[in-house]
Nanobody, 125 residues
Framework: QVQLVESGGGLVQAGGSLRLSCAAS????????MGWFRQAPGKERAFVAA????????SYADSVKGRFTISKDNAKNTVSLQMNSLKPEDMAVYYC??????????????????WGQGTQVTVSS
């Protein structure tokens, strides 16, 4: 079992930055691919960014390319999402997810076995 806890959400003005972190316990993340997804009010949960278990493959949603950066720190057992140039449409609850030895299907929610509870990101215009 992997327990995931997100942190770093909050209120930011458009154009600002936030760094989300996801701390894992129960297992080391070195063998897990990690993803970030988000759910805005009234919308389905959607893919944001992901990194394969080896770190050799990274994928981003088109809407966040060039603005968001995902990274995994196996020593700290965390995965982070650096979010720059935030827009009002980035406002959502952000979830991290973990999947055993994930190296493909990074964009699919079904790929992941474990999910955090989410952290709210609010962007004011």
């Amino acid at each position: 079992q992997v327990q995931l806890v997100e942190s770093g959400g909050g209120l930011v003005q458009a154009g600002g930055s936030l760094r989300l972190s996801c701390a894992a316990s129960g297992r080391t993340l070195s063998s897990y691919g990690m993803g970030w997804f988000r759910q805005a009010p009234g919308k389905e949960r959607a893919f944001v960014a992901a990194i394969s278990w080896s770190g050799g493959r990274i994928s981003y949603a088109d809407s966040v390319k060039g603005r968001f950066t995902i990274s995994k720190d196996n020593a700290k057992n965390t995965v982070s999402l650096q979010m720059n140039s935030l827009k009002p449409e980035d406002m959502a609850v952000y979830y991290c997810a973990a999947g055993w030895r994930v190296s493909s299907g990074l964009e699919r929610q079904q790929t992941y076995d474990y999910w955090g509870q989410g952290t709210q990101v609010t962007v004011s215009s």
